[in-house]
């Protein structure tokens, strides 16, 4: 099973690449550097959704105390660091053409680099104790109170003056994008939502073979 969800996101990965370079238009205003966009937005919803399952998986142990759920957090936090910061690198190496800057302390940025390193402080902090259950408690606290960022980082181009651009989908507002760039930034999410699947699939797996090699 999750050998074939790997073999159906590297698919989709290539569809993807496709849609961004042979499908897409090429925009009128940014020319070939917007398509960076099929990468960089993918990878941040993509954060999201593995951030919220930390969430969600903090809130079960809470709850439960079964470490099911802090195997489903520890595995979706780590591909979720890695797709924040291919969010904050393809952000820069768009914003350097666009703004003429690689990075400035704008609310949508500088909130991301926050959800960055509460999350890799989440990592470090589950290397430092050795206990489970105290990892797995102190974890969940932190993962839990970090998705809290989750919608500041979404919404702070609306409540902030901002150089980053409003949000092009899941806004307020019905999305202006034309219908081949919203068809190619959906085969890039799809593709990425697929990856992220493959590697919670794997490092879930990883999670559970440590507990009963410890145990």
Do not use: C
């Not at 979720?80 to 820069?92: D, E, H, R, Y």
Request: aromatic share 14%; hydrophobic share 55%.
């Amino acid at each position: 099973m999750t050998r074939a969800l790997g073999w159906l996101a590297a698919l989709a990965l290539v569809m993807g690449l496709g849609a961004a370079f042979g499908y897409a238009p090429r925009e009128a205003v940014q020319g070939n550097v917007q398509r960076i966009m099929y990468l960089h937005v993918p990878a941040v919803l993509t954060a999201y959704l593995a951030f919220a399952l930390v969430f969600v998986g903090g809130l079960g142990y809470l709850f439960t105390r079964r470490m099911g759920w802090d195997r489903l957090a520890v595995a979706a936090a780590e591909p979720g660091v890695l797709f924040t910061g291919l969010t904050i690198v393809s952000g820069s190496i768009w914003g350097k053409p666009t703004w003429g800057t690689w990075w400035t302390w704008d609310a949508r940025l500088t909130s991301t680099a926050v959800l960055f390193l509460v999350y890799v402080g989440y990592l470090l902090l589950r290397g430092m104790v050795d206990e489970p259950d105290r990892r797995a408690r102190y974890s969940a606290v932190v993962g839990i109170l970090g998705a809290a960022n989750i919608p500041i980082v979404h919404f702070s181009v609306k409540w902030w003056r901002a150089l980053h651009q409003p949000s092009t989908i899941l806004g307020p507002e019905p999305s202006p994008i034309a219908a081949p760039i919203a068809l190619t930034l959906l085969v890039n999410w799809i593709a990425f939502t697929l990856l992220f699947l493959y590697f919670l699939a794997r490092r879930a797996e990883i999670a559970r073979l440590e507990e009963s090699h410890a145990g």
